[in-house]
DNA sequence: TGTAGTGGCATGAAAACCCATTGTATCCCC
DNA sequence: GGGGATACAATGGGTTTTCATGCCACTACA
């Protein structure tokens, strides 16, 4: 694994009212440095009741790796059936969507209610990846440490609301 | 790790209206012969009131680091959530600036808040990391020894203020 | 013909960039 | 050893570019 560009960085942006959001600048240049596309895809998280977004050149190596890990324990049915199901995880689970000339991508439907999405999106760095949270979600999750909640706590704040 | 260029000694510089910060050119050299970046992470440092810095590269280190243990250990739960905080606090609650040709930072507000950064800056080398202090603070400080606030004391003097 | 989804344009704010000045330490020549 | 001259570091200010986002126009489908 072991990628040279990493998403990090927090930012607090707004949804409109057609689901349209702008994708922060900073993340943008990072899928646009780890391959050429203007496409993010989109996934419920494993673990957090957010949604986890990535370029489409990550989507590409997370599927390499689990057809190695399956290749290595090909005699195991049990194993077998773990990767059937991580695989349709990993695809048909997740959403691919273009973002226009000025950053911005649609949230299918889907994907607004998987992550609880309403008119503010919480974009955080993870590395490899990044979140996309309901900021007021993301403060009330008992899993979230509370000096990352200072972060959303600042966010909201530099943009006026307290919501 | 055991990086081979490490960041060693100190400076006072001047916050100005902008929130701009000249990064020590002694510092700046040892980022540029870790890596070819020319940024530098901000992120709140674990156990003072100050900000932690380093570059880029330090930042994948410690990235990598993470992943390994996580794959020890995938099948634990509790891992995988400790594992999902970790690596938020490293990527989410950072943020990567870049320095111009006079080797100058912005201070983003969020981290200039957290370090509780005012008009002084003091650069303090620490190996693989420096750190950023309000030298008011650093002064204050309970858990910083005596003939560390030396140092603070000397800077401040060099520069005719007694703040 | 109304309505919903999409794409492009315009705006205001903020950030990145560039240039100029000051101060300081270093070097060289006298 | 003294006195410029030079280079580099730090800082101040102004200007251009980019970003996020609201708005409007177009297309498609009902």
Redesign the pocket.
């Known amino acids: 694994m072991a990628l040279e560009h990493l998403f990090q960085g927090s930012?607090?942006?707004?949804?409109?009212?057609?689901?349209?959001?702008?994708?922060?600048?900073?993340?943008?240049?990072v899928i646009e440095r780890r391959g050429d596309a203007r496409t993010i895809v989109l996934a419920s998280h494993e673990s957090f009741p957010c949604l986890s977004a990535y370029d489409p050149a990550y989507a590409a190596l997370k599927h390499a790796k689990l057809e190695r890990l399956l290749e290595k324990e090909e005699t195991n049915p049990a194993a077998q059936l773990e990767y059937q199901q991580r695989n349709l995880m990993a695809f048909a689970a997740t959403e691919e969507v273009?973002y226009?000339?000025?950053?911005?991508i649609?949230l299918p439907?889907m994907m607004r209610r998987k992550g609880s999405l309403e008119e503010?999106?919480l974009f955080l760095g993870a590395g490899e990846t990044f979140q996309i949270w309901n900021p007021a979600v993301f403060l009330k999750d008992r899993n979230v440490p509370e000096n990352l909640k200072d972060i959303a706590r600042y966010r909201l704040e530099e943009?006026g609301s307290s919501a």
Do not use: H, M
């Open positions: 930012a607090l942006n707004a949804v409109d009212v057609k689901g349209r959001v702008s994708v922060p600048a900073f993340l943008r240049s273009p226009d000339s000025s950053g911005r649609v439907p503010l999106a943009r």
